[in-house]
């Protein structure tokens, strides 16, 4: 079956092929197919029966008789027998072996058609060969060995029928006849199982070679995508570089020559990016910092620090000023990054400048607005409150107060503290907002802080009716921090609980270390009041600046809004917390958390 | 003999209240200025052992007069006293790097000024224990 069909089936591309012009001219395409396409059993048959039923013309040459009709006829019946077979048996469904059935009833034709017109002396002898070589075509051995036999009977029917006609002569043939038919049959059988191989072979490298075009043109389309996805992903990454235009990006090979500078670098050192591209390297933009004699060395060998340090692998970000093209000085943070190439070898540098010269001149003004604050508030209150004092001075006999001029005296005395407070806390955090809030850390007592935080709020806590209770440590706490600004922070802690608590309600400080299995242990410092307590919703604004609870101005408590934001502020430059646990009408209570001496 | 003071400062309300203070330490006023400039004038004049300089003021900086007075040995051991509205602990550390004795942050009391400046004029107390 598997020969037949190698023979029977056009190639799968190429020679053979029928095309759409074959197509279109029937007479190509049956020369086209006969040339190449001759294996199938039932064109085999139409050849043979075509030439079977022609041999019958000889029947009108004068000494070729019919010697039996019956077998004559019996001969043409089994023919016509066989190429139906040859029609049926081509059908899908049928082993490919059952196709030499067929030659082999046309063997068997073409003895009794010997035999019906002569026996051993008829000239129809050699119609054998067509069916003999027609097995031969078949795969295998076994249609020889089924070909010998019948060949052999074939060759002895007219015996069988006429047994006088045996004679000498004719066992000679019974011998040879199949003999060389036989090895005609092997030779034909020999030759197409080559061809059939040969064929396999060009199949499966015509399949292979198949398989490798797909492959090729697989992996073509792929490494299209690829290109494509890298054309996209480089598009896409020049753009976003040139969307930065209030960064310089600068990329650099290895010696410092300039191969990446986008518009915000053009815009920041004042060059066309193609002036620089290739052309120029970073030292030629150190220069200008560096001028004087020995420029040149000075500028090689700052880059070459920079470079030194990017090399190391951690990216760096340095301040520096940077005089343009233009001869404007600019202030920079420039981040240098090491750039590695897929070994992991660095082959460059990336620069990512920006422009801080505005911030800092900002930074500057806010620094000079403090300061003129600072001098000019807390100048005329040096004044106020230092003749206060001498007014309230009872040194002098002869200008002593009375009693109303006293209490007077005190009145703008407390205000003018009060401004005095509200001036600091305002210095403070603006301290705090431009990062120059600074604490002088010294080994301290927590206790003695909270201690001497209780002592100052005690009075006010009195004047309100509210009692206060400090549940005191055991022993010292030792902590690391700024004692003048933790008690700040306290101060603020314990006075906001005195003024948010009505008449009667009660003020708790209590002390102690947390929890002993923490990885750190902390100091907790602990605030409870029975107060007006804070809305749920509004603890996390509480510790903004000037946000004030809507408890603490429905029930008209004085404040502005900073003591929580400056005690945050003083917790966290100590590495500490606050946390904060509310229910209105009930009370809350601050915990300033601090770490414990190491 | 009674130690000679320079107070400049240039708010004259202010400067009242530190001519006060230096009465109460028993201090002997040299002069009273209102400028940088001429509060070193007056101590390059000699007889002073203290002064008292507001940081910021016109002409000369009251930081500035405190590094000059260290600087020349004429004057290197006159005690200097600072006065200043700014809490900025730059301004302290300011202070200290330019040999300023003391610092003292406005606003101030007339009784602890005059304690301050008692302490830093009586010999036996006088100790340099660095700016406070």
Not at chain 1, 154 to 178: C, E, K, N
Request: aromatic share 4%.
């Amino acid at each position: 079956m598997t020969g037949r069909t190698v023979l029977g089936t056009s190639p799968p591309c190429g020679i053979g092929a029928p095309t759409g012009a074959a197509r279109r001219t029937p007479v190509s395409w049956w020369i086209r197919r006969f040339a190449t396409d001759t294996n199938s059993v039932v064109e085999r048959q139409l050849c043979t029966a075509a030439v079977y039923v022609g041999a019958h013309a000889m029947f009108l040459v004068s000494g070729i008789v019919v010697t039996e009709p019956a077998a004559v006829l019996a001969g043409m019946v089994l023919v016509a027998a066989a190429t139906m077979a040859a029609f049926v048996l081509r059908r899908p469904g049928y082993p490919g072996s059952a196709a030499m059935i067929v030659p082999l009833m046309d063997l068997l034709a073409v003895g009794l058609l010997r035999a019906g017109t002569g026996g051993a002396a008829s000239v129809f002898t050699i119609l054998l060969i067509l069916p003999v070589i027609s097995l031969g075509v078949e795969p295998g051995r076994w249609p020889l060995l089924w070909g010998g036999v019948v060949t052999v009977g074939v060759i002895l029917l007219p015996a069988a029928m006429d047994p006088a006609s045996a004679t000498d002569g004719q066992w000679v043939r019974v011998i040879f006849t199949p003999l060389v038919l036989g090895l005609t049959c092997l030779s034909v059988n020999e030759l197409t199982r080559r061809l059939r191989s040969r064929i396999s072979a060009v199949k499966l490298l015509r399949a292979q070679q198949a398989v490798l075009l797909r492959q090729a043109q697989d992996s073509a389309a792929t490494n299209a995508a690829t290109s494509a996805l890298l054309r996209q992903g480089a598009a896409l990454t020049t753009a976003v570089i040139d969307a930065i235009t209030e960064q310089a990006i600068v990329g650099t090979d290895l010696d410092g020559t300039i191969e990446v500078f986008n518009p915000g670098a053009e815009r920041l050192l004042g060059v066309a990016a193609h002036d620089v591209l290739g052309r120029r390297t970073l030292v030629d933009f150190t220069l200008l910092e560096h001028a004087g004699p020995g420029q040149d060395a000075a500028a090689h060998a700052a880059v070459k620090a920079l470079i030194a340090e990017a090399e190391r692998g951690v990216p760096l970000v340095r301040s520096r000023s940077q005089v343009t093209a233009d001869g404007r000085r600019r202030d920079l943070d420039v981040s240098i990054t090491a750039r590695r190439d897929a070994a992991g070898d660095v082959d460059g540098f990336i620069f990512v400048a920006t422009d801080m010269t505005e911030a800092k001149k900002q930074a500057r003004l806010k620094d000079e607005f403090i300061s003129l604050i600072s001098h000019e508030l807390r100048t005329p209150l040096s004044s106020i409150l230092g003749y206060l004092e001498l007014l309230a001075d009872d040194d002098d006999e002869d200008a002593r107060l009375t009693a109303e001029q006293h209490a007077h005296v005190a009145t703008i005395q407390r205000n003018a503290h009060r401004l005095l407070s509200l001036v600091s806390d305002l210095l403070f955090t603006a301290q705090v907002e431009s990062g120059r809030f600074r604490i002088e850390r010294r080994e301290l007592d927590l206790a003695a802080v909270v201690r001497a935080s209780f002592d100052s709020a005690r009075p006010a806590a009195k004047a309100r009716g509210v009692r206060l209770a400090l549940g005191d440590a055991s022993g010292p706490m030792l902590v690391s921090g700024d004692a003048l600004r933790l008690g700040q922070a306290v101060d603020n802690l314990v006075s906001n609980a005195v003024k948010f608590t009505p008449g009667g309600g009660r003020v708790a400080v209590t002390l102690g270390w947390g929890p002993a299995d923490e990885e750190a242990p902390r100091a907790l410092i602990s605030v409870s009041d029975t107060g007006i307590g804070i809305p749920a919703d509004q603890l996390d604004q509480l510790f903004g600046r000037f946000f004030r609870a809507s408890t603490a101005t429905q029930h008209a408590v004085p404040g502005v809004g900073l003591g929580l934001t400056i005690a945050r502020a003083i917790a966290t430059a100590h590495d500490g917390s606050i946390r904060v646990a509310s229910t209105v009408g009930e009370g809350t209570t601050f915990t300033l958390a601090l770490p414990r001496l190491p | 003999m009674t130690a000679g003071v320079v107070i400049a400062d240039d708010d004259a309300d202010i400067r009242a209240l530190v001519s006060l203070a230096v009465r109460r330490a028993g201090g002997r006023l040299l002069a009273e200025v209102g400028d940088g400039q001429a509060a070193l004038d007056a101590i390059r004049r000699g007889g002073c052992r203290l002064a008292v300089l507001d940081v910021a003021m016109p002409r000369m900086t009251g930081l500035e007069v405190c590094a000059a007075v260290r600087a020349d040995p004429a004057t290197a051991g006159v005690l200097v006293l600072l006065v200043s509205a700014s809490v900025q602990p730059l301004a302290i550390a300011a202070g200290a790097s330019a040999g300023a004795d003391r610092f003292i942050e406005k606003p101030f009391g007339v009784r602890a000024l005059a304690d301050e400046i008692g302490r830093l004029l009586d010999p036996t107390a006088r100790h340099r224990e660095g700016p406070a």
